[in-house]
């Protein structure tokens, strides 16, 4: 029986809003609680498509024979508990910070985990029985289950950037419905009474969502985020709040108690700061708008701050601002007289904020003749831009975005090739500054300073000769001249160290008794560091360092994962104490949820296939093929994902703008996987064997040639108009994505045709697989960087093509 | 036969559950004294232990007093009273927390305190670094921005009797004109700058306490000391005893 086309479009709506749920969830999970806990928790609800195997295989005849109210009721249930589950999750006193002591939040966490993977489980319920029932289309069905998922990934980024998170939890449900209402009414499946009785239910439910659920559609964010804590403050409000896949964005005002934000501010400033304006990203991060009306009087406190160093050295003329944000870092380039400022910003929305809903406010600020405001990721824009300026300034003062629980996410603002971008478009004599906040003990700083001294060496220069470091209380500021540091600029550090209690750390010529003056540490840690990861003992510096600072390279572009194992069993024995800061988390959260995950995984599927083997009659049937399905099925789930991982880092450099390029490569991905599948679908007389060798083959020769030529592909696109940069990178993904799509359905056929009994199994096992797969290509990647990701993807493809589950009769045949 | 026997165990395993649950604070009330002598006593050996930023390298035993004395579980809302002589943070409401008694430990004893000495402190949360201090000191003077934080740490703190601690509902930035200058400040929450009108109202030779980190987890401290000559210096300082630097460089 093959599916008709209303079926196929159900699928495909189901697929897509079940992925574009998954996205909506990390979104939400990211506002509520904190991204790394929100990347966790989405991880692990996807073993809900495991689970759901596992179910179908054990219930498959009796839900085999009830099939149209078996989907039906799945699919209502879907849309009750896209929202429903979520709402419910997010009443759950879960705080991660409380981990450590509370045992009860092990049980809350758990309990988000079983909550999130309900609506998972019923999406995967559809597809899973619909292959099942179905398995002389599974390519076709295949192919709408991911081009639909292709549709969503790029679905969910547009309604991200144009209605608020809420809505959007209301629309997907409603579009799930909808796509059930469809199919009633016109596939043959449902008849007479049933079909009436259906489509009532179905309109009886979305009209309760519409009219019950928005009142209690409330995000319930965490007490704990900086955001809700201002809120506390009396007459403190949300003026406006602007969400899209970069993040929620909420300006904030406290009318009766002023806010002060003035990070890396001198300890002996007296100046008094302007009004200023909060702006949160998903209620985090703070950053400030300062009111401006042109008086640069009333932003003395701008140069008076670690990050003001550039400026007093010498006459700045042209200035590149990366990470321009609310424009701080603009007023202070201004208020230094800056002919001509670039300030580059990734997020549109921070833009319009200030260009213009509070542009009176700012005083005009992204709109004054010097500024020249860019909407870009920063590395992008660096690497392609055409002037050279004397200042190029980074500050990263919210404590979020760095270090500890950040570490899992790729960063390629601070890698090697970044530096050398950076470096290169200096002119002579011009400065880098990055300014960060201190972290003890310090590892950003000696990582950064590792890694800025490897770009400088590869380039042939000297970096002893090039860098400045100076800290305040709490922010320290790295200064990279293009040229070596003259006397003139020393003694005019000095003179701005002094008036302002800034420690010297580091400068050509440094001696031990300058350092650590002001603002003491036990020893005078950011001394040490600079002059040895400057010297010839840079290797054994960091080896012995007890946090990984190696430098970050766009193959590893973790900047942030300091985490060494070396050092775990002190941290341990200090846990007492209260040494769980030094731990460096993110790496440790990651290994947990591939722990949790595995366990998960095996407990979820082993337990039942081991009960399900015990039956004489499955066994007797199944018993040769079932562990190679297995391994076949596993060896899938993950390797896909491998792939797409690794390219979506190669390309995110290429096509610059993260959620752009992400929804690209995965979009290109499936949609090309799909038309693969549908294809596979026509080709009867080649062997399913055989087309499985073929693509795998393929897709070796293709990954080789793209991985060993990357420089040159990546330089030819990055010369073309940004247009065509993304359709040569489609182009690249398509014929990957069309072999990648062929393994899936090739061995679902073989085994409709003589073990369908397998088919929910395989179903479960490739689910597990994708759970485990995500985690597992970020520790590789972190540990081995993201060639040999793709090589061990590549060795999975081969490891597929043995075990390929054809039957006793075929595989002689082949 | 098995059903019923299934259903009684669950019935009296539930019941197990529920009385343990409601018997534990009720448990934990009558021995207050005690477990906060043993948490004291542990907190004190913990910081012994791990070098950690004591100079001399223990609590000044008038700190150790203190802390001994003051029931924590006062100020710790209902439904966490039974943690209250656990070493951790506890959430007090509105995003706040009851500081980890290991750190208002350090903290108190960075502070260096002379019974005449006047103590202000930014951030009165649940009142009880007021009242460690309010057992070391004869005046406290205490700000609180939370209108409902500073009018319950008002009650406990009256309730418990440490009437030498003056609190207000207020901005802390400016901190407290009228009673300076201060001998020492502590400042409860991580700010991104020290206000300069909070350096001016500490006296020459005076001490500040700024702890850096989240809610939930300290990074570091910080020790602003006011020379004689009014020069301004700081100390960053771990909580533990941790040396990133190995071997000779």
């Known amino acids: 029986m093959h599916p008709g086309a209303g079926y196929l479009l159900t699928i495909a709506v189901i697929s897509g809003a079940t992925l574009a749920y998954e996205v909506l969830l990390l979104r939400l999970f990211s506002m509520i609680q904190w991204h790394h806990f929100a990347f966790m928790i989405i991880s692990l609800a996807l073993l809900g498509y495991g689970v759901s195997g596992v179910f179908l295989a054990l219930a498959r005849q009796g839900v085999s024979r009830y099939f149209p109210a078996v989907i039906m009721t799945n699919l209502l249930l879907l849309a009750l508990a896209m929202p429903l589950c979520f709402l419910l999750a997010q009443s759950l006193p879960f705080n991660p910070a409380e981990l450590l002591w509370d045992p009860w939040q092990l049980v809350y966490w758990l309990v988000v985990y079983l909550i999130l993977a309900v609506p998972f489980f019923f999406a995967a319920n559809i597809i899973g029985l619909s292959l099942y029932q179905f398995r002389q289309g599974i390519p076709t069905l295949y192919a709408s289950d991911l081009l639909g998922a292709a549709l969503g990934s790029v679905g969910i980024i547009a309604l991200l950037f144009s209605i608020s998170v809420e809505q959007i939890l209301l629309l997907l449900p409603c579009l799930v419905l909808l796509a059930g209402l469809l199919l009633v009414s016109q596939s043959s499946l449902w008849a007479g009474r049933h079909k009436l009785g259906w489509q009532m239910t179905l309109l009886v439910t979305a009209a309760a969502m519409l009219f019950l659920l928005p009142p ?26 602007e969400s899209s896949p970069l993040g929620v964005l909420s300006v904030v005002e406290s009318s009766q108690v002023p806010l002060r934000y003035a990070p890396g501010l001198s300890i002996l400033s007296d100046a008094e700061l302007p009004e200023q304006l909060a702006v949160f990203t998903d209620a985090e991060a703070m950053t400030a708008i300062s009111r401006f009306d042109g008086d640069f009087e009333k932003l003395g406190f701008l140069g008076q701050t670690s990050s003001a160093l550039p400026y007093q050295l010498k006459r700045i003329e042209d200035v590149l601002v990366l990470e321009a944000g609310a424009g701080s870092d603009v007023l202070q380039a201004l208020m230094f007289e800056a002919a001509a400022i670039d300030a580059v910003e990734e997020n549109p929305q921070m833009i319009d904020l200030i260009q213009d809903d509070y542009a ?53 603002l601070f890698t090697v090739e970044a530096m050398r971008d950076y470096f290169q478009h200096l002119k002579p004599g011009g400065y880098i500054s990055i300014t960060q906040q201190t972290t003890l003990p310090p590892r950003v700083m000696p990582k950064l300073i590792a890694t800025v001294s490897t770009a400088l060496k590869s380039l042939g220069r000297t970096p002893s000769q090039n860098l400045i470091l100076i800290r305040s209380w709490q922010t320290t500021t790295l200064l990279v001249k293009n040229g070596a540091v003259s006397d003139q600029e020393i003694s005019r550090l000095k003179q701005f160290s002094q008036q302002y209690n800034f420690d010297l750390a580091y400068y050509p010529g440094i001696s031990a008794d300058e350092v650590n003056r002001y603002h003491q540490l036990q020893q005078p840690y950011f001394y040490q560091a600079a002059t040895a990861l400057l010297s010839a003992q840079s290797g054994k510096f960091i080896d012995d360092y007890k946090f990984n600072i190696q430098p970050a390279t766009d193959n590893q572009p973790y900047f942030s994962q300091f985490f060494k194992w070396e050092t775990l069993p002190e941290i341990l024995s200090l846990l007492d104490a209260g040494s769980l800061f030094l731990l460096e988390s993110g790496y440790l959260l990651l290994l947990a949820a591939l722990i949790q995950a595995l366990v998960a995984s095996l407990l979820l599927l082993l337990l039942p296939l081991w009960l399900w083997r015990r039956r004489r009659r499955d066994r007797e049937k199944a018993q040769p093929l079932h562990k190679r399905v297995l391994a076949y099925f596993f060896a899938l789930g993950l390797a896909f994902l491998f792939v797409e991982i690794a390219f979506i880092q190669k390309f995110v450099l290429i096509l610059h703008h993260p959620v752009y390029a992400v929804t690209t490569v995965i979009a290109g991905f499936l949609l090309a996987a799909g038309t693969g599948s549908y294809l596979f679908g026509r080709i009867r007389h080649i062997h399913p064997q055989h087309q499985v060798l073929a693509a795998v083959l393929l897709m070796i020769i293709l990954s080789v040639v793209y991985m060993s030529s990357y420089g040159t592909i990546s330089a030819f696109l990055l010369a073309q108009s940004d247009l ?45 697989a994708s759970v485990i797969s995500p985690i597992l290509a970020t520790l590789i990647a972190m540990e081995f960087g993201f060639r040999v990701l793709l090589s061990v993807a590549l060795v999975l493809y081969l490891l597929a093509v043995w075990l390929f589950p054809a039957d006793s009769a075929s595989r002689q045949s082949v | 036969m098995t059903l019923s026997y299934l259903r009684r165990s669950l019935v009296f395993l539930l019941l197990i559950a529920i009385s343990a649950l409601s018997l534990s604070p009720g448990i934990a009330q009558e021995n207050f004294e005690q477990q906060r002598e043993a948490l004291i006593e542990e907190v004190a050996e913990d910081l012994r232990r791990s070098e950690a930023i004591l100079e001399p390298t223990e609590l000044d035993p008038r700190v150790l007093r203190a802390m001994k004395t003051v029931p924590r579980h006062e100020y710790v809302p209902e439904k966490h009273k039974h943690q209250a002589y656990r070493n951790r943070p506890l959430p007090i409401g509105y995003g706040q927390t009851i500081s980890q008694p290991a750190i208002v430990a350090l903290m108190t004893n960075l502070l260096e305190l002379e019974p005449s000495d006047k103590v202000l402190e930014i951030g009165t949360g649940s009142g009880y670094q ?75 030779g005076g001490r500040m306490v700024i702890p850096v980190g989240s809610r939930f987890m300290v990074q570091h401290l910080v020790l602003v000391k006011k020379t004689e000559d009014s020069d301004i210096l700081t100390e960053q300082l771990l909580p533990v005893q941790f040396v990133p630097l190995t071997g000779e460089h």
């Open chain 1, 216 to 241: 209690s559609l409330q995000l319930n964010v965490s007490s704990y985020k900086s955001m809700s804590q201002m809120l506390t403050v009396p007459k403190t409000g949300v003026l406006q709040r």
């Open chain 2, 130 to 204: 007021a009242a460690v201090l309010a057992e070391l000191v004869d005046q406290v003077f205490s700000i609180e921005i939370v209108p409902e934080l500073a009018e319950r740490a008002a009650r406990d703190l009256k309730r418990t009797g440490y009437n030498n601690v003056t609190t207000r509902q207020g901005d802390g930035y400016y901190g407290w004109e009228e009673q300076a200058p201060f001998d020492a400040i502590i400042v409860t929450a991580a700010a991104d700058h020290i206000p300069p009108r909070l350096l001016k109202q500490l006296k020459p």
């Open chain 1, 360 to 412: 009176e406010f700012a005083g005009e600020l992204y709109s004054l003749p010097q500024v020249n405001v860019h909407q870009s990721e920063a590395r992008a824009f660096a690497s392609k831009a055409e002037r050279q300026y004397d200042l190029i300034t980074m500050s990263f003062l919210s404590a979020a975005g760095v270090g500890g629980l950040y570490s899992m996410s790729e960063n390629y």
């Open chain 1, 724 to 768: 065509l940069r993304y359709l040569f990178a489609i182009l690249m993904i398509l014929p990957l994505g069309f072999c990648m799509g062929l393994p899936f359905p090739a061995a679902m056929s073989m085994l409709g045709r003589e073990h369908d009994e397998m088919i929910p199994w395989a179903w479960g096992i490739n689910g597990f």
